[in-house]
């Protein structure tokens, strides 16, 4: 196979593309919008994911120069109000001070190095003092007052206010660097600022928040939910065989797979997926996509009704017309990537993010976040976030009644890590990617190196 035809070959079967072209209410510009590189077929490495050598470089190279979300803006609404966002060792305190302004500096005391601010989370306070010797500090960081000044003529304002970490607001997310002289946000963002224009998370609230430790390394936790070629066999779900992977620069990568179509032929190639249906009618695929029973009417699809009734479910919810909310957003499972670790689904029916962080300075474990955020009226105060549940490792999602259905996908989806994390340790040899269905995880390993190389 010449150089120029490896990772153009597809599933058989219509394509995302195919199905939007033919929506009732027409996908944005976003949607249609395809971008595929192929980006080399070498294994990659597994001591990437299981050597505590790797794992600290990553943190000192990358953790501490990445743009990272901490919290949503809800979770600071008001003067004082602080969140706590911690990551590997680092630890950071978003404040908004008194009028309003958000400032993000080190968790740490500019005296003797103390630890501020305890543990991740909300908080609220007129300003911060340190537990050791009392020094305290304004809400935007100033240093207030320490004790016995006399003994400190070496200390200003200018030389010991609290360590100030960059931050900037996308989407109703809070976002920070610890590297104060790293390029703008909007650079990481790269087509997600264009692209979310048609998406406004801003105006969405946590409506559940599950914080679960996984047994694997980070990037093995997340590159779990990266590809949707493992839904035949950890799902049996004949959905997503012919997703659509985008690469869209150093930073951000998508897939869009379909709900609300069938598509049996791009599981010819799957063995053992006998318990596929050969041929649904439009009728079983609507009962499957969103549980409605009806027959449907000569020329009527499943995902034009489906999608209707996505759509005055939401204008109930909002009290606006959502008329002109294409099929696809509210159907289609959407996924952005923004490096190195958070995902955003646009669509309506399939809203989540997610994050994954090292554990500390674990290599075997991580911490997943997982959100789901709910259109909220544009102009209405939101309610306060949700406390998230926490779920230990050998807990499992099915334990958190808000998740509903979902708590057995997510069971499935990080059902196989512990086993994918100790095979790694005895493999022998390296990662095998597909040119095409895993190449969103080859882009996120070459932009690391990029970090680690610098
Ligand atoms: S270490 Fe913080 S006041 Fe001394
Ligand atoms: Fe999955």
């Known amino acids: 196979m010449s150089e120029t035809e490896k990772g153009q070959a597809r599933a058989a079967g219509r394509s995302v593309h195919d199905v939007l072209a033919t929506d009732a209410v027409p996908a944005p510009p976003p949607l249609l919008a395809s971008a595929y590189d192929f980006l080399g ?33 809800e979770h600071i609404p008001e003067a004082g109000d602080r969140y706590v966002y911690d990551i590997g060792p680092y630890s950071v305190i978003i404040s908004r001070d008194d009028t309003g302004v958000l400032h993000a500096f080190r968790n740490s005391c500019t005296h ?29 960081g100033t240093l ?17 206010d609290l360590r100030p970490v960059a931050c900037a607001v996308w989407g109703g997310f809070i ?26 998370l801003d105006t969405r609230r946590i409506k559940v928040h599950v914080q679960k430790r996984l047994p694997a390394n980070w990037k093995a936790a997340q590159e779990a939910f990266l590809e949707a070629y493992h839904n035949v066999e950890t799902h049996h779900s004949p959905n997503g065989a012919n997703t659509q992977y985008d690469i869209f ?11 609300g179509t069938y598509s049996p032929e791009s599981l010819n190639d799957y063995p053992g997926t006998e318990w596929r249906d050969p041929v649904l009618t439009e009728a079983e695929i ?18 034009a009704v ?27 499972s959407i996924e952005y990537h923004l490096f190195p670790n958070m995902f955003f689904f646009p669509g309506i029916n399939i809203p989540m993010v997610y994050r994954f962080r090292p554990d500390g300075d674990q290599v075997d474990t991580c911490l997943f976040d997982l959100l789901i955020l709910e259109p909220w009226p544009v102009g209405q105060a ?42 790694l340790k005895s493999a022998g040899k390296g990662l095998t990617l597909g040119n095409y269905q895993e190449a969103r995880i080859r882009r996120i390993h070459q932009t690391l190196d990029e970090f680690l190389k610098a």
């Open 41 to 73: 077929d070498a294994d990659l490495d597994a001591q990437r994911y299981t050597d505590p050598g790797f794992a600290a470089k990553e943190m000192t190279k990358m953790w501490a120069k990445t743009w990272q979300w901490a919290c949503r803006e």
């Open 112 to 140: 003797r190095g103390t630890r501020l601010i305890g543990s991740e989370g909300t908080g609220f306070g007129t300003g911060i003092t340190c537990p050791f010797h009392g020094w305290s500090w304004h809400c935007d």
């Open 144 to 160: 207030e007052q320490i004790p016995a000044k006399w003994d400190f003529p070496h200390v200003q304002p200018q030389t010991h």
């Open 175 to 200: 976002f920070i660097n610890l590297d104060t002289a790293a390029t703008p946000l909007s650079d990481q963002l790269e087509v997600m600022s264009e692209h979310f224009e048609h998406f406004p």
């Open 249 to 259: 620069g150093r930073f951000v990568t998508r897939f869009i797979h379909n709900t």
């Open 286 to 303: 609507l009962a499957r996509t969103v549980g409605v029973t009806r027959e449907l009417e000569a020329g009527e699809t499943a995902r």
């Open 306 to 332: 489906a999608a209707e009734d996505g759509r005055s479910r939401l204008a109930n919810a909002l009290g606006e017309s959502q008329a002109d909310l294409s099929d696809s957003q509210i159907l289609d």
């Open 382 to 423: 939101k309610p306060f976030p949700p406390e998230p549940v926490f779920l230990d490792v050998n807990q499992s999602y099915t334990d958190v009644p808000e998740l509903g259905w979902l708590g057995r996908v997510y069971d499935e989806d990080t059902g196989n890590l512990a086993l994918q994390q100790q095979g």
